[in-house]
């Protein structure tokens, strides 16, 4: 048929607007919104025909039509931000939502988000008050640290640091640690846009406290550590300790910062997790200034937070940059609700999700991999092949980067469905399961999976693959 005459075929806005109507699901959906919809899906029609993709009037029926305008109406209601199933195995997963919140910091997020709240007014004085006194009185019993304070996150942290206490000053850093965190969070480009000049000392692998020392000079500011979170360099290596990096500021009369990156208060290698610097352990090593995130290793919200000494901290309160990197009354009140947990160790490892997943031991992977197994090969689907797999999960965020998290993961494989469109369809699913593809197979680490949702896992499998005959459903899978 000629392109104009195809055309023709076509329904009309006003005609898609009526059919739309008989569907119930869809009476309450904004007037306005269906009919934008309905224009784009038609527009999308017009150039399938202009393009030849479409040759047959059948297939510009309204009939054809309605499906894709449902499924475009679909997406368009359904929030952008939404839950995702991880089954990755990396438990601090940036690009899935780093830490997950404990039910603590939930009820102070409610109780604080749907009411009025003492966010900055003192009540004891009646006057006005400082929203970080919230937390600054649980870090400062946690840590031991003299003074505490909070951001929006630990990149702001560092910043703020730098500016106030080296702004027009060297900071004397280890080219070891001159770091980049990803998402473009560079060591060198923070320091140059908080106006502290980088001063480098040592080399990549090998750096001692004498380079610091040679270094150091009329306009030196400050001594920075950072925390090389996301690598390790091995062999013929050494980097200076915090506490002898302490001493020589003392010497000269220089505060010492350290950026430990992801932060933590527990010491993990009780759980045979390698060792890494806490909190504590940095200050009462003579660190003026510790600064870390509050989603990584802390399992509680994204937060920036920085304790040390009261004269520094003081300074970094009044620096005016504070004011537009500051924290937000729900983070807030989250991270109090998480710092809170912290006053009892076993509690805050049982109920911050984060700590949970990291010390999970090996033996309860396999029991919920078993478990996930048997329930998704009671769906007696064939065609697919499915086994419990040994897997490494990580911790993900920048934290431990060398440490595996023994973990099990469920190895699916089939004849019919390649490992990739297993992969795009089970991320596509509602709510999303997201896994990795290795070898031909379509991989999901348990250690990561949450309460629940290995039942969910059984039903996208289910719906995905599951309606007999078994070829017609793998067809479902959207180009
Ligand atoms: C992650 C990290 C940061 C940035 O922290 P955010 O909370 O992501 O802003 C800074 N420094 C180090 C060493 C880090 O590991």
Known sequence: MATQQLLRHLPGVDTLLLEMETLKEWTDAPHS???RIIREVLEEKRRDVLENRIQDAKDLAAAILIPRITEKLERAVSPNLQRTINATGVVVHTNL??????????????????HYSNLEFSLESGKRGLRYTAVSSLLTEITGAEAAMVVNNNAAAV???????TKGREAI????????IGGSFRIPDVMAKSGAILKEVGTTNRTHLKD???AIGENTGLLLK???SNFQIMGFTASVSMDQLATLGRKHGIPVMDDLGSGTFVDFSPFGLSKEPTVQESLKAGADIVTFS???LLGGPQAGIIVGRKEWIEKIRSNPLTRALRIDKLTLAALEGTLRLYRDPEKAMASIPTLRMLTMDESLCTEKATTLHKKLMALGLQGFDMEVLPSTARAGGGSLPTQDLPS??????????????MERQFRNFQPPIIGRVESDAFLMDVRTLQQGEEDIIVTAFSTLFCPEPLLPCIKKEKP
Not at 159 to 165: E, I, P, R, S, V
């Open 159 to 165: 910043l703020l640091c730098l500016d106030t206490l």
């Open 408 to 421: 099990r993961c469920i190895s699916i494989k089939s004849r019919d469905v390649s490992a990739a469109s």
């Open 173 to 180: 850093v280890s080219r070891g640690e001159l770091v980049e």
């Open 226 to 228: 950072v925390h090389t």
């Open 212 to 214: 610091y020392e040679e």
């Open 97 to 114: 939502g780093r830490s997950l919140l404990a039910g603590e910091a939930l009820e102070r997020i409610m109780a604080v988000a749907s």
């Open 294 to 296: 509050g989603d990584k």
């Open 33 to 35: 919104l269906k009919a």
